[in-house]
């Protein structure tokens, strides 16, 4: 039986990660309250900063920043939309 959460994002009971995605605080707290459909969607936002902002993860301040938008992501106002970001019509 898959371990369930209540997702503080999706706002409904989940099936909740296999493992902390990180090994830190927030990691735990997502672990403890985020379901794997919200990581999904974390996923595809996170990609979107990264190639939008040509954001160099292998940097203390590119893993800074997307921590950053983590916690905003599931625990705050969603997070922010890179600058300039235009959703494609293909879909």
Same mark, same amino acid.
């Given at each position: ?9 999706l ?7 296999? %493992?902390?995605?990180?090994? @830190?605080? *927030?990691?735990?707290?997502?672990? =403890? ?7 999904? +969607? ?5 990609? %979107?900063?990264?190639?939008? @902002?040509? *954001?160099?993860?292998?940097?203390? =301040? ?7 938008? +983590? ?16 959703p494609?019509? =293909?879909?």
């Open positions: 039986m898959p371990r369930m959460v209540y997702c503080a994002k706002e409904r009971e989940a099936e909740g990660l296999d %493992r902390p995605p990180y090994p @830190n605080e *927030l990691g735990q707290r997502i672990y =403890e309250s985020i379901s794997k459909d919200a990581w999904r +969607a974390w996923l595809v936002h996170s990609t %979107r900063i990264v190639n939008e @902002n040509r *954001l160099d993860v292998g940097s203390r =301040e590119g893993v800074a920043l997307l921590l950053r938008e +983590a916690e905003a992501f599931f625990f705050g106002d969603g997070g922010t939309m890179p600058a300039g970001y235009t494609s019509s =293909e879909s």
